[in-house]
């Protein structure tokens, strides 16, 4: 059973930094792509950053140039720094995993921007 768990996240003020990170049981170098998606509340959830096994890497438009992903084979985990954000980046962020076909989501982690 392939399981994604997400930690960090938080409560931060608007121009502050945020790390999440994702680990993967069974090791995250198996998966073609993961992606970190997030969803505020009353909106669809939307993909914010996707790093492939080769190191390609596409943003979200809205988070270009303030938040930036990186995987890391050997220790299993996939991070998300955060920079400079919004209250607009306020949401719940999804660590996604694609591996064989199959899709695997984490349980989610609070993200909160606010003065």
């Known amino acids: 059973q392939v399981q994604l768990v997400e930690s960090g996240g938080g409560s931060v003020q608007p121009g502050g930094f945020l790390q999440v990170s994702c680990t993967a049981s069974g090791g995250i170098v198996g998966f073609e792509v993961t992606s970190w998606y997030r969803q505020a509340p009353g909106k669809q959830r939307e993909l914010v950053a996707s790093i492939k096994y080769d190191g390609d890497t596409i943003y979200a438009d809205s988070v270009k140039g303030r938040f930036t992903i990186s995987r890391d084979n050997v220790q299993n985990t996939m991070t998300l720094q955060m920079n400079n954000l919004k209250p607009e980046d306020t949401a719940i962020y999804y660590c996604?995993?694609?591996?064989?076909?199959?899709?695997?989501w984490g349980q989610g982690t609070q993200v909160t921007v606010s003065s």
């Open positions: 996604n995993g694609w591996r064989g076909g199959i899709s695997h």
